[in-house]
Every structure is written in structure tokens, then in C-alpha cells.
């Protein structure tokens, strides 16, 4: 009889666990940020490639909700993580700019963020890869603790690079310390002079594997000159080729190590960023060249994370956000035969623009939220923006929050709703533009003449462009001359929420 009872009270106990577990998964899922740096919208197949193959990201689209309409806030990486974080449009913050590797922290340690609400929810929240949103306080001392950064804003744990691949200092951080340092070796920034004795891409030109502009031209760190300075941390130096499999193993464990309880990751990945460095293993993998090669490995990365997501039995308790900072990018400082070996590859697919565009490559990406079981496969095209996912995740979590520019699309983004943004802002270089349905306006920025940024049209002109996106998705034809009426209801409507932040960079005079 004891044992009978025994055996029932197991029965009994394993029931209630296996129900807490079932209501624990439906309240609690966990959230996954993919983030890529520098993809445009042409460059997944899921979304028209044709000359490269991105099985893994396409799974995702074609299995869960691919947005058409998707954006990043700004053509620019620094300003679109900080919305993405903060949930709060970058151009309210006159810092939100392209950081140096050396820039204090952008993100106000008392906002709210994206990880700090989930934490306050019960979440285990993690960064690994990219962060570029600054460190410290203005004068970092890389041999010591650095704060505030990832940890003071609401990461749990974080493994990062603090900004970019092609920028000093060259080291992972883990949680506020750089990574493999040795103190007989101290560590020294400077993005203005140069550190005596330092070979640069300048001054030794016979030292590196990859030439970089003037710009990208000083520390050379593995046969590749960086932007900036930096003397010492030999051994915490990373190896450009092994960085995207780093970043995997540190993700991979993470999972493994947090599956039996709620956890956030943002998972900022490098690619297809300068210096495009694909571990040999892809190299030559699409013909197209160290671009096309490093999206190859950014998809293997993806296909490596869900893998382990299945094998921990934990995919169906989570969901997958997959997007990227800003629109593409071929010549950006390195020779790299990214345009001699494009062949009939289009990263902007039928879009103008790209990275540093006020035009729609700039900001429309490729944006997927992929959660088994829960999200039907399907195209959505409303306007949806990436500062919407902290209004979502609060809504899903039932723990609201005040937020001017973060807008609830959370219905949207798990398939149960048609209805999107009706308006958007979007930024590129501290210039603001303003879509409203299927119309874009983008207003006067003068100058001498619309110019060219890394051979991209920046969209800054001296007059008024309007854009009919549903005829006109290529933004050929302007209409701001021959439709007055509807170009001065829209720029209205643009300086109803930009107020002050255009007149700052327009140059133009109001009364």
C-alpha cells in the first residue's frame, strides 16, 4: 500500500510539474535577438536572392512571420541598437551616432530597456557579439573593471566586442573585463595619435594581408589596419577568422547553461561588417568574395544556434526575432573585391540606397520572428519597426511600460494581426525622414548637391522628395512637385514628432 501511494504521489507530482512547465512556457517564453550587421534586404534568399543561398535564415522566414515592411530605425549600426535596446527613436539622443571604439556608454543606466524589463520579469539575460553603444564614462582604462556598460543596462552576462571589428580596442570583453588579459601587458587607446614604435597600415604597409582606406588605415592587428590606436593586450587579441565561431560557442553554451528557466539573448552577430574575415572553411563558399563568404557563415551560425536549440529540447518554448542594423554596404574602407565579385547578386534588391541612405535600402531589412508552434507561417506588409519590440515584449509579458516612440505590435509580430504602424521616422546620419502608409517624404537637407557616401546616395538634396512606395518601390519618381498638397500634409505631420531635431540639421530657416 505504501508503495501504491508513493507511486501515485509521483504520478501526481509529475503532473504538476509537467503543468507548471506547460503554464511556464506560455507566460515565459524564451526571447532570442539575431542580429546582423550590415545585411540588406537583397541579401537573403528568403527575400529575393538569387545568387546567394541562405538556408537557415530563409527557414525562419518561410516557417514563421517574414515582414516586408520591416525597419531598422536608423541606416546606421550605433543609432538602430540603440533603438532596438531602449525602445526609444535615436534621433531624441544627439549622441546616437557611429561610436569610437573609446565613446562613454549611450544608453542611460536609469532608462528602461529591452533586458532590464525582462530581468525585472524573472528573465536571465545575456549579450554576446557585437555592442558598439559605448563603455564606461568617457575615459575607459581597458586594464581594470570597465563600467558602466552591458551589465549596468540590464545584462546578466555579456561576452562583446565594444564596437566594431574594424575599430580598436581589438579584445573581448566578459563582463566588464577584457578577456585573456595580462597585466605585465597593459592595454592603450588612442584614436588620434599613435603610440611610439606602433606599426600602422601607414607607415608599414608590408604587414598586412588586407588594404584598408585612410581611414582604416592605423593598428594593424592580424595583417588588418583598424581605425584608431592601441599598444599592448597581445594576448587578449582576438583572430579576426576565429571571431564568428567564438561568439557561437559562447551563445551555444549560454543556451545550455540557462534552458531550464527564462532567458533573453541578444546575439549580435559581426557579419557581413568590415573587415570581412570568413574562417577558411568558407572561404570561396558563394564565388561573390569575403562578403558574400561571411553571410555564408553568419546563416551556418544561425543554423548552429537553432540546432542547439532543438537538441535542448527548448525550441518550442522560444521565440526568434531575426533582423539587422541597417541596409548593405560593399566598398566601406577595405579592398575586398565585395564589388568586383558581385556579379548579379542586388544586397538592396529593388530598393535605393543602402547603409548611410536616408533612401528605403537604408532601413527597410530583413525582419523574421519565427516562434514553433505559435507563429503561422505567413508575409506580413505592415509597417513594423524594430523600436517596437520592447512595447511587444512588455505586452507579452504582461508588465507595461511608458514609452513615447515604442509602439504594441505584439499581435502583429506573432501572426495574429493585420494591422501595423501607420507612420515611422527614419534616420540616417542625424537626418530624419518620414513614411506615413505608402508615402515617404523626405525633406530638404541643403548643401552643394545630393551626395555619395561609400558610392551610396544619401538622399540629402536642397528640395522636397515624395515617394509613392506602392508604384514606386525603387523611389524614381518624385512627386513633391506635382502633389503640394499631399507633401505639406506630410511634412506636417513629420514635424509634429520631429519638432526641433529637423530644424537642427536642415539648416533651413522658420519663422
Known amino acids: 500500500m505504501k508503495y501504491v501511494l508513493m507511486v501515485i504521489a509521483f504520478i501526481v507530482l509529475s503532473a504538476c510539474n509537467h503543468k507548471e512547465k506547460k503554464v511556464n512556457e506560455q507566460t515565459n517564453p524564451n526571447i532570442i535577438f539575431i542580429y546582423l550587421d550590415d545585411l540588406g534586404y537583397g541579401d537573403v534568399s528568403a527575400y529575393g536572392a538569387t545568387e546567394l543561398e541562405t538556408p537557415n535564415m530563409d527557414f525562419l522566414a518561410n516557417n514563421g512571420r517574414k515582414f516586408v515592411n520591416g525597419y531598422a530605425t536608423s541606416a546606421t549600426c550605433t543609432p538602430s541598437r540603440y533603438a532596438l535596446l531602449t525602445g526609444q527613436y535615436p534621433w531624441r ?3 546616437a551616432k557611429i561610436l569610437p571604439g573609446t565613446a562613454p556608454l549611450l544608453i542611460d ?10 530581468r525585472n520579469h524573472g528573465y536571465n539575460t545575456a549579450v554576446i557579439g557585437k555592442w558598439h553603444l559605448g563603455l564606461g564614462t568617457g575615459n575607459v582604462d581597458w586594464n581594470s573593471h570597465i563600467s558602466p556598460g552591458p551589465n549596468e543596462v540590464g545584462f546578466d552576462y555579456s561576452f562583446i566586442m565594444a564596437a566594431t571589428q574594424d575599430r580598436v580596442p581589438t579584445v573581448y570583453i566578459k563582463n566588464g573585463y577584457v578577456f ?6 597593459p592595454i592603450e587607446i588612442d584614436y ?41 593586450g597581445q594576448s587578449a587579441r582576438w583572430i579576426d577568422e576565429d571571431m564568428a565561431d567564438i561568439f557561437l560557442d559562447e551563445v551555444k553554451a549560454y543556451v545550455k547553461k540557462e534552458k531550464d528557466q527564462p532567458f533573453f539573448l541578444y546575439y549580435g552577430l559581426q557579419q557581413p561588417h568590415v573587415p570581412r574575415t570568413p574562417h577558411p572553411r568558407f572561404v570561396g563558399a558563394t564565388g561573390m568574395g569575403p562578403r558574400g563568404d561571411v553571410i ?10 537553432f540546432k542547439t536549440l532543438k537538441e535542448e529540447g527548448i525550441l518550442e518554448n522560444t521565440l526568434i526575432f531575426l533582423s539587422s542594423d541597417n541596409g548593405p554596404v560593399l566598398d566601406d574602407g577595405y579592398d575586398d573585391d565585395a564589388i568586383e565579385k558581385l556579379g548579379k547578386h542586388t544586397p538592396s534588391s529593388n530598393l535605393r540606397g543602402g547603409k548611410y541612405s536616408l533612401y528605403e535600402a537604408g532601413t527597410r531589412v530583413p525582419f523574421i520572428t519565427y516562434w514553433e508552434g505559435h507563429i503561422e507561417p505567413g508575409v506580413s506588409t505592415e509597417i513594423i ?17 511608458n514609452n513615447l516612440d515604442s509602439e504594441n505590435h505584439l499581435d502583429l509580430l506573432l501572426g495574429k494581426s493585420v494591422k501595423g504602424r501607420s507612420d515611422i ?10 513614411r506615413q502608409g505608402d508615402w515617404v517624404l523626405i525633406p530638404p537637407y541643403p548643401g552643394p548637391k545630393m551626395f555619395l557616401t561609400k558610392g551610396i546616395e544619401t538622399g540629402n538634396g536642397n528640395e522636397f522628395q515624395l515617394y509613392n512606395l506602392a508604384d514606386d518601390i525603387s523611389q524614381q519618381n518624385n512627386l513633391a512637385e506635382k502633389m503640394p498638397e499631399k507633401r505639406d500634409e506630410m511634412m506636417a505631420a513629420f514635424i509634429s514628432i520631429v519638432g526641433d531635431a529637423y530644424k537642427q540639421t536642415s539648416r533651413l530657416k522658420f519663422d
Open 192 to 232: 588620434k595619435n599613435n603610440f611610439s614604435g606602433e606599426p600602422t597600415g601607414e607607415n608599414s604597409p608590408h604587414l598586412l594581408k588586407m588594404k584598408g582606406d585612410p581611414q582604416h588605415n592605423r593598428t594593424i592587428v592580424n595583417g588588418v589596419p583598424r581605425i584608431g590606436h592601441m599598444k599592448g
Open 385 to 401: 519597426s524594430q523600436v517596437d519590440w520592447l512595447s511587444s515584449l512588455s505586452n507579452l509579458i504582461k508588465q507595461p511600460v
Open 180 to 185: 585573456n588579459h595580462n597585466s605585465e601587458d
Open 93 to 95: 539622443n544627439r549622441n
Open 109 to 118: 543606466t536609469t532608462q528602461t530597456t529591452v533586458p532590464k524589463m525582462l
Open 425 to 434: 521616422i527614419l534616420e540616417a546620419t542625424s537626418r530624419t525622414a518620414y
Open 296 to 305: 555564408a557563415e553568419a546563416d551556418w551560425c544561425i543554423g548552429e544556434l
